[in-house]
C-alpha cells in the first residue's frame, strides 16, 4: 500500500511541451529520489533530495529539474519534452534505512 | 563507484520449485541492502531490507542473506508460485548520502 504518490500514472505528450511528475509522500521522509528506468533497464538515479530547499543531481545526467518547497512534495519538470526523454519515470523517499517507491509516471514524448 | 551484478539476469522454472537469485557488489561497506519485487511497468515493491549489521531476513517464503566481506546477497524463494514472475532487484547503500545503487534485476518466469 502506497504511501508515496506519483501523478499522472501515465502521459503522452507533444515535442517541446513543458510537463511537470508530481510526487508526493505522507510519511514526512526527509530523503527523497527520482529515478529513471527505460522498460527492462536498469534505475538510474537522476535527482534527489535531503530535506527542504536541498537538491542535488544524480549519477546520471538529466535536463530535468526539481525542487523541494515542502518536505511531502518533490516535483520533477521537464523545461522541453523530447522523444529522447520517453521512459518511466519512479520516485522514492527514505527515512532511516530503507526506500518506498511510488508507482511511477510512464511518460512518452511523441 | 558501487556496483551491483545480478545473475542469473532471467529465469524460468516450473511451480513449485525451490530458487535463488544472486546479488554481488564491489564495495563491501554498504549500509543496507534492500531486495525488491518489480511487476511490467509498475513501480517497486520492497520485499526485505538487511541492515549492514545483519545477516538474513525472512517474510513468508523469501529468505535474504547478506554477506558483505564476500560481497554477496542471495534471495532465496521456496516453493515457488506463478504469482511469483516478476523482476526482482537488489540495491545497495553506500558512500555519502546514502544513495542506493541498482543491479539490472533477475527476470523470473514460474511456470504453471
Known amino acids: 500500500e502506497a504511501d508515496i504518490y506519483q501523478t499522472p500514472r501515465y502521459l503522452v505528450i507533444g515535442t517541446g511541451k513543458k510537463i511537470t511528475l508530481e510526487c508526493s509522500q505522507t510519511m514526512g521522509h526527509d530523503k527523497m529520489y527520482w529515478y529513471q528506468q527505460d522498460p527492462g533497464m536498469e534505475l538510474h538515479l537522476i535527482h534527489y533530495s535531503y530535506g527542504v530547499n536541498s537538491t542535488e543531481k544524480g549519477d546520471l545526467s538529466s535536463e530535468s529539474t526539481v525542487s523541494r518547497i515542502r518536505t511531502e512534495h518533490f516535483p520533477l519538470t521537464l523545461e522541453s519534452a523530447r522523444p529522447s526523454h520517453t521512459s518511466q519515470y519512479l520516485c522514492?523517499?527514505?527515512?532511516?534505512?530503507?526506500?518506498?517507491f511510488g508507482s511511477g509516471t510512464r511518460l512518452t514524448v511523441v | 563507484k558501487q556496483e551491483v551484478t545480478q545473475i542469473p539476469a532471467a529465469l524460468s522454472v516450473p511451480e513449485g520449485e525451490n530458487l535463488v537469485l544472486n546479488c554481488s557488489f564491489t564495495?563491501?561497506?554498504?549500509?543496507?541492502l534492500q531486495w525488491f519485487r518489480q511487476d511490467p511497468g509498475k513501480g517497486l515493491t520492497s520485499l526485505l531490507l538487511i541492515q549492514s549489521s545483519q545477516r538474513e531476513q525472512t517474510s513468508g517464503r523469501l529468505n535474504a542473506s547478506l554477506d558483505k566481506s564476500s560481497g554477496r546477497s542471495t534471495l532465496y524463494i521456496a516453493a515457488s508460485q506463478p504469482g511469483d514472475s516478476a523482476t526482482y532487484l537488489c540495491?545497495?547503500?553506500?558512500?555519502?548520502?546514502?544513495?542506493?545503487?541498482f543491479g539490472s534485476g533477475t527476470k523470473l518466469n514460474v511456470k504453471p
Open positions: 522514492a523517499s527514505m527515512r532511516g534505512y530503507g526506500y518506498t
Open positions: 564495495d563491501s561497506a554498504i549500509y543496507n
Open positions: 540495491a545497495v547503500t553506500s558512500g555519502n548520502f546514502n544513495k542506493f545503487y
